[in-house]
């Protein structure tokens, strides 16, 4: 049966290239372009309450051409300190960016009033908050992609950067797309690609091998005096390392408006983009003469190009004759017609079905997902009133009732176990790619996996130290790997909450914040034995231990069970409080 779903994302891309075409936006940031042209470093207009950030297309080559760097050898998190930590893979690496590009970027910054004009726009105190569209031509296009980042990675809550390209360079490697997709940043990017233009394909190829003839017809762009018969094979020798180069570090990321002289449609999918930069190059009834001569013309054509495009969503587009009745069908065709591959091509109409497919399995594990999580409430209250009826019934903390193992111990064991299968789940899909990028940072995800981890790891805790026959610790040989991804989301998200400021805590926590506190009171009893027996290298564990508690108490990030008569750390801080009477005083 067809998926309304799909059937919309594949009309809507055209929707959106017509409109962003239409309303003047992307003509506008076109005109900032051209008027940036000859400037050294950048330029701020502000137009109807909107303030264009636009940098030149064709300067500092010499800064871009890096010869002896290999692909995507330009850590994003370098000593410059510029990025967000975020801008890291699933992997927890650094993103790896184009050497040449980030120069371009730190140049901007490191050398001009850059910051200190945009501070301006930026700043709450500075009233004159409006919002930014970051804009670049070719190289250009490459610093306005990393000046968004940076505003991005700011979280300025009074500002959302939106960047505008045209026959921009890829920039970043596979880590950056994963880093970009999880903070939910693609929309803030609108690449515009003309069908032929090489440079947004150019690094498809090994830089190396692109370098020298990317230098003579950058040249050839900026007016220079450069022989006919150079630019050719120059232009030849650039499409031909483009069109059989084998796999790139460098991948796409954000919305990609691929136009032609049929119209325009957008694409998001990260892979799909990158075949589409591949197939709309080439052409059955293009031959490769003609191909080499748009690649030159093109890329400096653009209001050519923007003007095609609206011209075709005034006269509306023709759509090759499809053998399917499908509006899922119709919908795949018409976008091919309009970026100019064909409704024919069977490696475009794949790319495009497998990037729907993808789109589509997306929101039906996260809809199912969103089912099984309603289900497991019920379970999350069997909890809670299990941990309510321990303090109120027995006077005692659920962490300390549990490793009793009475009847409704062991019923809570079951519901432990059900809960932990559940996220389980989603760990096991999250890591087989299974799951949207952002997943992990969607509110409702972080915050039920948060409320879970600080409600069941303590009984986790309570079942390893009970079950364990070893001397390790729960750190080292028992923590779920659950744990540690939940935790690790949830920090992610609170660099976002906190650069945009917490409410102070006005009274305790219902639940302890930091979900292993039950793991440290017994590594703690362990060190107490130790210092007994003369081991004083606990004593400085200890002492730390003994600071932290204080640290949480005193920000109210302790649950008031911990404190019960009888509890297993009220026990602890009675003996430690007699070890340091007896040996202190």
């Not at 008027?35 to 500092?60: I, K, L, M, W």
């Not at 136009?259 to 080439?282: F, P, Y």
């Not at 005034?314 to 509006?327: F, H, L, M, T, V």
């Not at 799951?435 to 981890?453: C, E, H, M, V």
Request: negative net charge; proline residues 3%.
């Amino acid at each position: 049966m067809e998926s309304d779903s799909l059937t919309s994302r594949f009309t809507i891309g055209q929707e959106i290239a017509t409109f962003l075409v239409s309303c003047g936006l992307v003509p506008k940031a076109w005109e900032e372009s051209l008027r940036a042209s000859n400037v050294e470093s950048f330029t701020v207009n502000e137009y109807e309450d909107v303030a264009y950030v636009t940098f030149p297309s064709f300067q500092r080559l010499e800064d871009f051409i890096v010869d002896d760097s290999k692909c995507g050898e330009g850590n994003i998190q370098t000593d410059h300190g510029f990025f967000s930590g975020c801008l890291n893979g699933n992997d927890e690496k650094p993103a790896l960016i184009h050497p040449g590009a980030l120069t371009l970027f730190l140049h901007i910054m490191e050398k001009t009033d850059f910051q200190a004009k945009l501070q301006i726009y930026t700043d709450a105190k500075q009233r004159k908050l409006k919002p930014i569209i970051f804009v670049g031509h070719s190289l250009g296009g490459a610093v306005a992609t990393l000046a968004t980042l940076w505003v991005l990675g700011k979280r300025l809550r009074q500002s959302s950067p939106f960047c505008i390209t045209f026959g921009c360079p890829l920039v970043g490697d596979e880590r950056l797309v994963e880093a970009v997709g999880r903070e939910n940043w693609g929309g803030n990017f609108c690449h515009v690609v003309s069908k032929h233009d090489i440079v947004p394909r150019m690094l498809l190829a090994p830089f190396e091998s692109i370098a020298n003839p990317f230098t003579t017809v950058f040249g050839y762009w900026q007016g220079k005096n450069v022989p006919d018969s150079l630019i050719q094979d120059a232009s030849r020798t650039l499409l031909n390392h483009v069109l059989v180069s084998p796999s790139s570090p460098y991948k796409p990321f954000g919305t990609y408006m691929f136009c032609s002289s049929n119209g325009a449609a957008c694409i998001e999918n990260a892979q799909t983009v990158l075949e589409m930069l591949h197939l709309t190059m080439q052409s059955q009834h293009t031959s490769f003469d003609e191909i080499v001569q748009a690649c030159l013309l093109e890329h400096i054509r653009y209001d050519s190009v923007l003007e095609e495009v609206r011209q075709n969503s005034i006269r509306g587009i023709r759509i090759a004759k499809s053998n399917s009745e499908s509006s899922y069908e119709m919908g795949i065709s018409s976008q091919l017609e309009a970026i100019g591959v064909g409704a024919q091509n069977d490696r475009a109409q794949l790319a495009l079905r497998k990037a729907g497919e993808i789109e589509n399995n997306y929101n039906e594990n996260v809809e199912t997902l969103a089912i099984k999580l309603s289900v497991r409430q019920s379970s999350m209250a069997e909890l809670e009133w299990y941990k309510e009826r321990c303090e109120k019934e027995d006077g005692s903390t659920y962490y300390d009732s549990f490793k009793k193992q009475d009847m409704k111990d062991i019923h809570a064991n079951l519901v432990r176990v059900k809960l932990a299968e559940f996220w389980d789940e989603i760990m096991e899909m999250w890591e087989g790619h299974e799951l949207p990028s952002d997943f992990k940072s969607q509110n409702k995800w972080i915050n039920a996996g948060n409320t879970y981890r600080k409600l069941v790891e303590p009984l986790d805790i309570a079942h390893y130290y009970l079950t364990t026959k070893t001397n390790k610790s729960y750190f080292s040989d028992g923590r779920p790997n659950r744990h540690k991804v939940l935790q690790e989301w949830m920090e992610a998200k609170e660099k976002t909450r906190s650069s945009r400021g917490q409410r102070t805590r006005r009274k305790p926590a219902s639940l302890t914040e930091d979900s292993c506190f039950w793991a440290y009171v017994e590594e703690a009893w362990k060190d107490l034995e130790n210092l007994k027996q003369g081991q004083h290298q606990s004593l400085q564990s200890l002492e730390q231990f003994e600071k932290y508690v204080t640290t949480m108490n005193n920000a109210l990030k302790i649950a008031p069970d911990v404190f019960l008569n009888g509890s297993n750390y009220m026990m602890w801080s009675e003996e430690w409080e007699k070890y340091k009477r007896d040996h202190f005083l």
